[in-house]
């Protein structure tokens, strides 16, 4: 997004607690500056005809104070597509910005006034969302071309059928995949648990440009059941996301091995790499103990 978009602005309703308290000093500071419109998550709960309309008129911004998501959860109440999604407790780590205790979730002692960390971190946010090209524009490059058709194998559990490509990928034990393609790697989620997790609602992506290691953290994916860390198959540097997923999540319900791919990678050392990775045949059998011993709803 540029200075000239505005945001449709969901943000927490912890205004008791200084997190809370930045999330709403963003939301103001970008009305000001590009027209933005709050969306009143205290309001909206009660009398939601207006704010869906600003919702599905600009962007929206969905603004967390703290792990407890509030404002995420409301937007996956409401049923609404999120274009991005921060929380302050995060931005602050990733900005190095000392936080007192009441940022990290105490509540304010005598006031809801952000002290010079509060302020000195939504300025900074508010600045990164208003970046005329978006983040990291210049690191992103073309997406990987689309894989050829793919053969499955299946396995059936009561009525739930799970989809396993046959060639061409490799897998982890905590159920992502690759997809290699010279020295870019795709990354996604298995079917398996694409169904665990049931309807996805978001995901967060890693910052385009950022060095990874293998198994760390590629971004987090949101469902109604939980929110789980995107765990990376492989080492590298992120060069591009799938930016379809600003707008349906669905797609990695759907299509999990294909529109619903994750992230790519420039990997550092797929050889090292691939020897704690598995093949079809070495994955197969660990997916099906895990459906036999895995209740889906």
């Not at 939601?48 to 962007?59: G, K, M, S, T």
């Not at 790519?264 to 059998?285: I, Q, V």
Request: with cysteine; charged share 25%; proline share 5%.
């Amino acid at each position: 997004m540029n200075s000239r978009n505005t945001y449709a602005v969901l943000p927490c309703n912890g205004m008791d607690k200084a997190a809370g308290a930045v999330t709403r000093q963003i939301a103001l500071d970008l009305s000001v500056q590009t027209g933005s419109e709050i969306i009143c998550p205290v309001l909206y709960r009660v009398a939601d005809a207006r704010y869906n309309r600003i919702a599905q008129e600009h962007p929206l911004l969905v603004l967390d104070g703290c792990g407890t998501r509030c404002a995420s959860k409301l937007a996956v109440e409401k049923g609404l597509k999120v274009a991005k999604k921060l929380t302050v407790t995060e931005e602050a780590k990733k900005n190095a910005i000392p936080l007192a205790d009441s940022l990290r979730g105490a509540e304010l002692a005598a006031s809801l006034r952000l002290d010079e960390a509060g302020l000195s971190l939504a300025k900074t946010i508010v600045a990164d969302l208003l970046k005329a090209e978006g983040p990291e524009a210049a690191d992103h490059q073309a997406p990987m071309a689309a894989p050829a058709q793919l053969e499955y194998e299946t396995y059936q559990k009561d009525k739930f059928i799970f989809r396993l490509p046959k060639t061409g990928f490799f897998f982890s034990e905590n159920d992502f995949w690759v997809l290699v393609s010279g020295n870019r790697a795709r990354v996604g989620m298995t079917d398996f648990l694409q169904q665990s997790l049931s309807d996805i609602a978001f995901f967060n992506p890693p910052a385009v440009g950022a060095a990874i290691e293998q198994f760390g953290e590629l971004g987090t994916i949101e469902s109604a059941k939980a929110v789980l860390e995107v765990v990376s198959p492989v080492a590298g540097k992120v060069v591009a996301v799938n930016e379809a997923l600003a707008t349906s999540p669905e797609l990695i319900n759907q299509s999990p091995y294909e529109q619903g791919w994750l992230v790519e990678l420039e990997m550092d050392d797929l050889e090292t790499d691939r020897e704690l990775l598995l093949d079809f045949a070495g994955y197969f059998p660990i997916m099906k103990r895990k459906v036999d011993e895995f209740q889906v709803k």
